[in-house]
């Protein structure tokens, strides 16, 4: 199971990166289609501003959503920690249900975000406990990209409770560097669908 939370607030816009965000995630959901593994794939999309909003649950990656203006626009501000919380326990009860029935599953959430939180109601704590709790199930992998210069991502990322084999920066926010963090993250996906690293992100999402 691949959840993807993507950063649609203002500053996206400011940035001039909403094109490049709906071509990179566009991208990843073709990479994985186009996979070996495409099969065993199943994606959910949320994006986040001021609120979470589930652009759809977990479909088969032939059946993702693509983005474009309809459903990805920037405006707002960044609800990160109430949309962390939110898309992990909704994976936590889709993921049971599929135990339940027989079908074994792991688990990859990655956020993509060019800022730090600023309107959610939960607290970090509330990210870490919920983080700590599902990576020493072993069933989970919990990544964080960080696109921009004016943020330390990787204090924000370790205080949500993210490894740091997990998180990755990327100063300059450009549509190169978001291409490129789309790319790693599919990247990282297919290697772990095939189980070259362990579940438990130890050796490193991005490593």
Not at 24 to 37: C, K
Not at 44 to 49: D, E, K, P, R, S
Not at 82 to 90: G, I, P, S
Request: aromatic content about 8%; glycine content about 6%.
């Amino acid at each position: 199971l691949v959840t993807v939370l993507l950063d649609a607030s203002s500053s996206i816009g400011c940035r001039k990166l909403e094109n490049a965000v709906r071509d990179g995630y566009n991208l990843l959901v073709h990479t994985f289609a186009s996979s070996r593994q495409q099969e065993s794939i199943m994606m959910a999309l949320w994006t986040f501003n001021d609120q979470p909003k589930v652009v759809h649950s977990y479909l088969p990656v032939n059946e993702a959503a693509k983005l474009d203006p309809t459903n990805y626009r920037s405006g707002g501000a960044t609800s990160l920690y109430d949309t962390w919380c939110d898309a992990l326990a909704a994976n936590v009860a889709y993921a049971q249900q599929l135990r339940d029935s027989g079908t074994p599953c792991r688990s990859v959430v990655v956020v993509i975000t060019d800022g730090e939180d600023v309107s959610s109601r939960r607290r970090v704590g509330d990210c870490a406990r919920l983080s700590r709790d599902l990576l020493a199930s072993e069933q989970f992998v919990l990544a964080f990209v960080g696109v921009g210069s004016d943020v330390n991502f990787q204090t924000v990322a370790r205080n949500m409770g993210i490894p740091d084999g997990c998180i990755t920066v990327q100063a300059n926010a450009t549509a190169q560097t978001l291409h490129h963090v789309f790319q790693m993250v599919s990247q990282s996906a297919i290697r772990l669908s095939r189980a070259w690293v362990s579940p438990g992100g130890s050796s490193g999402f991005f490593n």
